[in-house]
């Protein structure tokens, strides 16, 4: 089955500065890769995702990027402001796998006032 | 509103003691999953639904029983709950359109002693 793996697992940041979390997968199928975060106490919302067939996508300060040959997909905040402070879990579903995400460790990003 | 609901929010129970905790959605979507979320585990899938009844095991479905009688609801049955079993669940769904967000409910927290 599908493997995800998520790095780093803390990420400190300066208000203002950019974040990077980047994440792997094993399973050359995968064809959807969406980023979750999740506020303390809160439940998991997507806040941006990619299909194979696209290379980057951006929604104002986020940001993701895929790379299909070397199975690895990465999130980008730039302008990071303290209400970027959360849980941020990446995921992917393989093809033909009825919908069935596998999820990252989760990557909690602090942004330092 | 447009919404995944889940019942108990809290839940202190003790070991052996049959327990289910209810999920709602009123979206009319077809694809509805469960998940269990341990810290530095990620979100693990323990079961999903397609559609009415239809249903089929997730990564960690040891221990758990569902069933999808109605499209709106997917309830999550612990027979005989162990400690191992404590955690923080998470019901989700999406529709089956070919749109593959996931919506998920507040999140159940589940102590078993």
């Known amino acids: 089955g599908e493997n995800v793996e998520q790095h780093p697992s803390t990420l400190s940041v300066q208000e203002g500065d950019s974040a990077v979390i980047k994440c792997t997968y094993s399973d050359s199928a995968s064809n959807y890769f969406p980023w979750y975060k999740q506020e303390l106490g809160k439940r998991p919302q997507l806040i941006i995702d990619?299909?194979?067939?696209?290379g980057e996508k951006k929604d104002q300060r986020i940001a993701v990027t895929l790379n299909k040959t070397a199975k690895h997909f990465s999130l980008h905040i730039t302008e990071t402001q303290p209400e970027d402070s959360a849980v941020y879990f990446c995921?992917?579903?393989?093809?033909?796998?009825?919908?069935?995400?596998?999820f990252g460790s989760g990557t909690q990003l602090t942004v330092l006032p | 509103e447009a919404q995944v609901t889940q019942n108990p929010r809290y839940l202190i129970t003790v070991t052996g003691k049959k327990l289910t905790v209810t999920c709602s959605q009123n979206?009319?979507?077809?694809?509805m999953s469960w998940y269990r979320q341990d810290p530095g585990l990620g979100l693990r899938q323990i079961y999903y639904?397609?559609?009415?009844?239809?249903?089929d095991k997730g990564d960690v479905p040891e221990g758990y029983k569902v069933s999808r009688k109605e499209k709106r609801n997917f309830p999550l049955i612990l027979e005989s709950p162990s400690p191992n079993q404590t955690s923080l669940y998470f019901c989700?769904?999406?529709?089956?359109?070919?749109?593959?967000?996931?919506?998920f409910g507040p999140g159940t927290r589940l102590t078993v002693t």
């Open positions: 979206m009319n979507h077809e694809y």
């Open positions: 995921a992917a579903i393989p093809s033909g796998s009825a919908r069935q995400l596998t």
């Open positions: 989700a769904s999406s529709s089956g359109q070919g749109a593959y967000e996931q919506y």
């Open positions: 990619i299909r194979s067939n696209v």
């Open positions: 639904s397609m559609n009415v009844e239809v249903t």
